[in-house]
């Protein structure tokens, strides 16, 4: 086909239009865009958005729930941040116990051995 249009051969052009082998490819290239352009994926879906309810309703249902799973790994941080402290409390009094009957332990024991 681009030997024909570079002869002139055009199916019912204008008479006399020669176009050179780089003008047929840019020609080419350019009409292969606009069909692209026209009928790519993206078109496709743009036009399911603005035609279709129940394709836009689906649509936002999926980004709703991409936007709720993006804010759920905050919430369990969160979650997990409470438990932590909490747990380090817990640890701490904990330890504090622990050191109150080593002391009472010491103390026993001292008296223990000051009665022998």
Not at 35 to 60: H, I, N, P, W
Not at 72 to 95: F, G, M
């Amino acid at each position: 086909r681009r030997a024909e249009l570079a002869a002139g051969q055009n199916d019912g052009g204008p008479p006399g239009v020669e176009r050179t082998l780089p003008e047929v490819d840019a020609l080419a290239a350019v009409t292969a865009q606009a069909e692209e352009l026209l009928a790519g994926k993206k078109t496709q879906r743009f036009v399911l958005l603005r035609t279709s309810a129940r394709y836009l309703d689906q649509t936002v249902k999926r980004v709703e729930v991409a936007k709720a799973q993006c804010h759920k790994p905050v919430a369990q941080r969160s979650a997990l941040d409470k438990v932590k402290a909490e747990q380090a409390e817990e640890a701490k009094r904990t330890r504090a116990e622990i050191e109150a009957l080593r002391a009472a332990t010491r103390d026993a024991q001292r008296d223990l051995e000051a009665e022998l």
